[in-house]
């Protein structure tokens, strides 16, 4: 199930300022090499990404879950002088496929990916983060949010991908939706942050610090 008709989704796509054509080819390769292309981050989330990046003015971005790099190569497009992405994803197929895309872009000192488990890559980074994006694994959620909030910076922000799951937040009957579900519940009721969930592709939870 869609969470927005793909009629709107692709007027939504046609209205939004087109990737580069690096990303366009990644976006291409991603499509027709990898079993999960829908992971993709595509063009209208890869430009919020990177506006959200720009707005803040973010420095210092975690990413968790690289997948192919649409995501990292995106924000770091608007990142500051002196800005950098720490990226980590556990699968050594997709982080080839998207070092190989970052070397090839200007941004190639900007980004850094860590291949391992992203609670380890968490625990190993120092310092604190202006933007964290969290789009891995699912059961993991939780985790991921725990360890990064007390690491945001007074102005950072978290963007948790996929909170709406096509629907499936609704009644959840498998252990990604039940995951993601109970997560959803958990940011609601924490008196820790201010949090609101949009409904850009399939859901997308922006949350601050009080």
Not at 92 to 112: L, N
């Amino acid at each position: 199930m869609d969470i927005v008709p793909e009629s709107i989704e692709a007027y939504a796509e046609a209205h939004t300022t087109p990737p580069n054509e690096l990303l366009a080819a990644l976006a291409a390769e991603t499509r027709a090499t990898m079993s999960s292309p829908q992971m993709l981050t595509g063009a209208v989330e890869g430009r919020f990404l990177e506006l959200l990046v720009f707005g803040t003015g973010a420095r210092r971005v975690l990413e968790l879950g690289t997948f192919t790099g649409y995501s990292a190569l995106s924000m770091a497009a608007a990142l500051p002088e002196g800005g950098r992405i720490d990226t980590c994803d556990i699968e050594p197929t997709h982080v080839e496929v998207a070092q190989r895309y970052i070397d090839q872009s200007p941004y190639s000192d900007r980004i850094t990916i860590h291949l391992g488990p992203g609670l380890e890559t968490i625990a190993r980074l120092e310092g604190e983060f202006d933007l964290v994006f969290i789009d891995a694994d699912k059961p993991n959620y939780a985790r991921y949010y725990e360890a990064v909030l007390p690491r945001l910076s007074a102005r950072g922000l978290i963007a948790i991908d996929n909170t709406l799951w096509s629907g499936r937040v609704l009644d959840p009957q498998d252990e990604q939706s039940r995951a993601i579900a109970a997560l959803n519940n958990a940011i609601a009721a924490d008196e820790r942050v201010v949090a609101v969930q949009l409904t850009v592709r399939d859901g997308v939870t922006l949350i601050r610090r009080r």
